[in-house]
């Protein structure tokens, strides 16, 4: 038995199935989980072959918040203490104050060392609260075939952040 062909922009399901169990008729509502929480801890170490004089660093460990994502309690530590950063302003403040965003929205934070150190330590610390995300809606989803078009690079022409992702790159084979 072979399927019939599909119009464009409808989905494909194996076997001629109806599709996933939220949409067939007479299926229950999907009841979301209530938000659970994680702690998360991440911790780096260097510990240097020699003596370092002079480092810069870019640290992208601040959480992001999201529509299924909430960011509580973030803490980050680093030791020796960063040029600039006193205890007595926290480090949380120093932190903080000096957070940037990058294109996607994700924090990330520039620090440096100019004392001689041997090893560095860097630990963020943070609760995330989750919650599933609903069901994606597979009637208003494009067919693969259009995705895989507009993920294309054409010269001259708008394009959208994904295409960035799908480019030659001499890091990854």
């Given at each position: 038995?072979?399927?019939?062909?599909?119009?464009?922009?409808?989905?494909?399901?194996?076997?001629?199935?109806?599709?996933?169990?939220?949409?067939?008729?007479?299926?229950?509502?999907?009841?979301?989980?209530?938000?659970?929480?994680?702690?998360?801890?991440?911790?780096?170490?260097?510990?240097?072959?020699?003596?370092?004089?002079?480092?810069?660093?870019?640290?992208?460990?601040s959480p992001r918040e999201t529509a299924n994502q909430q960011v509580r309690r973030w803490a980050l530590r680093i030791n020796p203490l960063?040029?600039?950063?006193?205890?007595?302003?926290?480090?949380?403040g120093a932190a903080e104050s000096r957070l940037s965003l990058d294109p996607w929205g994700n924090g990330r934070l520039v620090f440096s060392?100019?004392?001689?150190?041997?090893?560095?330590?860097?630990?963020?610390?943070?609760?995330?609260?989750?919650?599933?995300?609903?069901?994606?809606?597979?009637?208003?989803?494009?067919?693969?075939?259009?995705?895989?078009?507009?993920?294309?690079?054409?010269?001259?022409?708008?394009?959208?952040?994904?295409?960035?992702?799908?480019?030659?790159?001499?890091?990854?084979?």
């Amino acid at each position: 038995m072979t399927d019939a062909p599909r119009p464009s922009g409808t989905p494909a399901y194996p076997s001629g199935g109806s599709g996933p169990a939220w949409e067939r008729p007479g299926a229950q509502p999907v009841k979301l989980p209530t938000q659970r929480w994680l702690r998360v801890r991440h911790d780096t170490e260097y510990a240097y072959d020699t003596e370092v004089e002079l480092a810069h660093h870019l640290a992208c460990l601040s959480p992001r918040e999201t529509a299924n994502q909430q960011v509580r309690r973030w803490a980050l530590r680093i030791n020796p203490l960063p040029d600039g950063w006193t205890v007595q302003d926290g480090i949380q403040g120093a932190a903080e104050s000096r957070l940037s965003l990058d294109p996607w929205g994700n924090g990330r934070l520039v620090f440096s060392h100019s004392r001689v150190h041997d090893t560095l330590f860097v630990s963020s610390v943070f609760e995330a609260g989750l919650t599933a995300a609903p069901p994606p809606d597979c009637a208003a989803s494009p067919a693969w075939e259009k995705v895989a078009e507009s993920l294309r690079y054409h010269s001259g022409e708008a394009r959208t952040e994904a295409v960035e992702f799908t480019l030659a790159s001499l890091f990854a084979p």
